[in-house]
């Protein structure tokens, strides 16, 4: 057996582990969830395997059904693909188990095990697929797989806000893969193949003009799948009203699929920085822009979707140099982003859970009140700010250094505009320390055994329909506590399946758990900086030359 036997089981053990599960219902919760948490172990040592063999052998190669390239299914995992499919198996892993927690702190274990496990594990599927294509349609069948599942999970409950929400989600998300299907049609009409390692020799023979009409057409498709403004404008409105493991899952990883389209089709498919200065505009742009949303904000959620936003930029401005050092930049600074940023918003989840709410300017004293959370709260938000020594900061002083060594105008203003974004970045985060943690606590600060509203009990309300019965306290809850609605106008919270949560002092111990496990995966960036720098630059060094990648695709 070699390591590139091992390529389908990423995709198709959570696959096979969703079937099973929507097969056994709500039965068994026990096995369920050990059945959830083995089968993202077992792809997260699949994808260990395969980063160290691409690492040490090179590009690990498999043609589906011994079907030849030029039309069968191809799964390539290269240094990039290893270290995107780790991070992603690592992050699921740690999201499924504060779910876990959810659904039990709210005494809603159905929905999870019925609905959201099977759901979840199909998006896991889809973006390893999405990482391990290796022809576009593939690609694209890795979009839909990652897509229609998001499309259950962002619905989740049905609750109006959600239903909202994901239609805004489902809109854009159709046609973003309309787009991609034509851009497909139209290489294979031009090149006649959709493989990525015949389609880098076949789109250098044709004329310019239609190269750059087909790179046009795909950096349109991603740059819509990664939030680049100005294709950005339906995530804010689209990530916080779901379920706090769902957004975080969302912000960390959907995003950065379409940033890896990009990295992986501009280096392979399009070399030579032809777009380099519009797609340096673009990342000016969401750098500002998103940045400049988040200050704005004060809801914890909406702001940390802005600042998804402003820092795809950082990850766009890399690609956009083309050089070495960009590439290695955008390479690290990924896999940093996708664990800090799921980091957060898990962390908003606590804070909404111990505070009953989101708005900053009904937060305070939580400093005081759970030392453990303001701990983790800081931690990542400090390395997304890019403080030293921390990941986020070596991210950004080697984008920022990659820019100095380009010397070209586009680049010295990507280099003032991502110190500005950072500083930024570190007020907007000061800005939530300082209102939630830092100052008293207010009058109305939501106390233990609160129930919060969902939407659903706000519209009943002003019908005259009383709503649903309070939760009733967990098990270890005060049976005691006095269980009261959020004053007019507060924010609604509502659990997996859309019911009303309620606050407690004692956070979930499995959702505490698995953030304090993100928060240690993200300080490990930090700790083993050296080996994952040297990777991201050999990454780099493979994405550039492209000949290892074609060659152990066409040689098998």
């Known amino acids: 057996m070699t390591a590139s036997d091992l390529l389908p089981l990423p995709v198709a053990l959570p696959l096979l582990a969703a079937g099973v599960k929507l097969a056994i219902g709500q039965r068994l919760p026990r096995t369920q969830r050990f059945i959830s948490a083995g089968v993202l172990c077992a792809v997260l040592g699949a994808s260990l395997a395969l980063l160290v063999a691409a690492d040490r052998d090179g590009p690990q190669v498999m043609h589906t059904g011994t079907w030849p390239a030029s039309v069968g299914i191809t799964l390539v995992a290269d240094r990039l693909s290893g270290l995107m499919l780790v991070v992603s198996a690592a992050v699921t892993l740690c999201v499924l188990i504060y779910s876990i927690g959810q659904g039990m702190a709210d005494q809603d274990a159905a929905t999870p095990l019925s609905v959201f496990h099977p759901a979840y594990l199909i998006l896991v599927a ?100 990664a939030a680049v403004f100005p294709l950005a404008a339906w995530l804010p409105d689209s990530y916080p009203t ?66 998804l936003v402003s820092h795809i930029g950082y990850m766009v401005f890399g690609i956009a140099l083309a050089s070495r050092g960009g590439i290695a930049g955008s390479v690290f600074y990924v896999a940093h982003h996708i664990t800090v940023q799921t980091t957060l918003f898990l962390v908003a989840g606590l804070i909404e859970r111990r505070g009953g709410t989101t708005d900053l300017l009904r937060l305070g004293g939580l400093a005081r009140i759970s030392p453990l959370l303001a701990v983790v709260f800081f931690v990542p938000a400090m390395n997304l700010a890019g403080i030293p020594p921390l990941s986020g900061f070596l991210g950004k002083l080697g984008l920022l250094r990659a820019g100095i060594a380009n010397g070209g105008g586009w680049a010295y203003v990507l280099v003032a505009g991502g110190i500005v974004t950072s500083l930024l970045t570190l007020y907007a985060l000061a800005k939530v320390w300082n209102l939630a943690f830092w100052r008293a606590a207010p009058p109305d600060l939501c106390e233990d055994g609160t129930v919060l509203e969902s939407d659903e009990d706000s519209a009943a309300a002003e019908e005259g329909d009383p709503g649903p019965a309070p939760v009733p306290p967990s098990p270890g809850e005060d049976s005691g506590a006095t269980a009261v609605p959020l004053p007019a106008g507060a924010p609604h919270a509502a659990s997996l399946s859309g019911r009303p949560i309620t606050t407690t002092a004692a956070l979930p111990a499995p959702m505490l758990l698995a953030t304090c496990a993100m928060v240690a995966l993200g300080l490990s960036f930090t700790v083993l900086a050296g080996p994952l720098t040297g990777l991201a630059d050999r990454s780099a060094s493979e994405l550039l030359s492209r000949t290892p990648y074609v060659s152990a695709v066409l040689r098998h």
């Open 126 to 225: 889809g973006v390893c697929d999405t990482f391990l294509a290796g022809d576009l349609f593939n690609l694209y069948v890795g979009f839909e797989i990652m897509l229609t599942s998001s499309y259950v999970l962002l619905t989740l409950g049905g609750t109006a806000a959600r239903m909202r929400a994901g239609a805004t989600y489902v809109v854009v998300s159709l046609l973003s893969s309309v787009l991609f299907l034509v851009a497909i049609g139209m290489v294979y009409a031009a090149a006649g193949t959709v493989n990525l390692a015949l389609l880098a020799g076949r789109l250098a023979e044709l004329p310019s003009g239609v190269r750059l009409v087909l790179q046009l057409a795909l950096l349109t498709v991603f740059g819509i799948k």
């Open 242 to 307: 779901a379920p706090a493991p769902v957004t975080a899952v969302f912000a960390g990883l959907l995003t950065k699929v379409g940033v890896y389209s990009i990295l992986r089709t501009q280096t392979l498919l399009f070399p030579g920085g032809r777009l380099a200065d519009p797609l340096m505009l673009v990342a000016l742009l969401s750098m500002v822009i998103g940045i400049l949303g988040a200050v704005a904000q004060t809801d914890l959620k909406r702001l940390l979707s802005f600042t």
